[in-house]
């Protein structure tokens, strides 16, 4: 690996850095398919994915696989079809997924290559219920690029977790998303401590940089 990196904005380095999208995937990311918020008002929510936060991905992604970074998913999906391996919270929380369930999929427009690793998690940290740290350090992973939903929970939990274990990690601030505005602003504030918070332009000039 490269030298012990000085700054969080330090840049990123060819063969060490993942672009990571976080529960991307049809049932949380298309209107009408989560149960739990069936006659709720989440219109500010899905806006600004199809408005801003899915076309940033999409450059995004497309950028990484140009500049050959490795390219990365979780979802919220249960290993069983019953969701008993799922979290207590999980259960509590009546979050289930089942294994191969089409509405758990990665939307369309971020669909994984057949080599692209996708991680299935039954908890909010995907470095709790995942064997995420032990693949990113057999990839060589140090630089960890961070995109998904929901900004205050399932992508905070992923910033704090990466940072305590050792990872450089990046958030891109305009492709994230959670339910209101106020929400969003109050947890980039909250877990910027732990990651150099940024934007789709400046990540996607950096992963142009890496492909030149």
């Given at each position: 690996m490269t030298a012990f990196p000085t700054r969080r904005d330090a840049p990123f380095v060819p063969g060490e850095t993942a672009m990571f999208f976080v529960d991307m995937q049809r049932i949380w990311c298309e209107r009408g398919l989560d149960p739990a918020h069936a006659g709720q008002d989440f219109s500010y929510y899905h806006d600004r994915l199809d408005g801003l936060v899915v076309p940033n991905q999409r450059k995004l992604l497309e950028a990484a696989r140009a500049a050959k970074v490795e390219v990365m998913h979780t979802i919220i999906e249960s290993l069983t079809s019953h969701g008993r391996d799922r979290s207590l919270d999980h259960k509590l929380s009546d979050m289930h997924v089942p294994k191969g369930a089409?509405?758990?999929?990665?939307?369309?427009?971020?669909?994984?290559?057949?080599?692209?690793?996708?991680?299935?998690?039954?908890?909010s940290g995907v470095f709790n219920s995942t064997n995420i740290d032990y693949v990113l350090r057999n990839l060589g992973i140090r630089y960890l690029v961070i995109a998904g939903v929901v900004t205050d929970q399932c992508v905070d939990m992923a910033v704090r977790d990466a940072a305590d274990r050792g990872y450089m990690v990046t958030l891109i601030d305009d492709a994230c998303a959670t339910y209101s505005d106020e929400r969003h602003r109050a947890a980039v504030k909250a877990f910027g401590g732990y990651c150099w918070v940024t934007d789709t332009a400046t990540v996607l000039a950096r992963f142009k940089e890496m492909a030149a």
């Open positions: 089409p509405e758990g999929r990665v939307i369309p427009a971020l669909e994984p290559l057949p080599d692209e690793i996708v991680l299935p998690k039954t908890s």
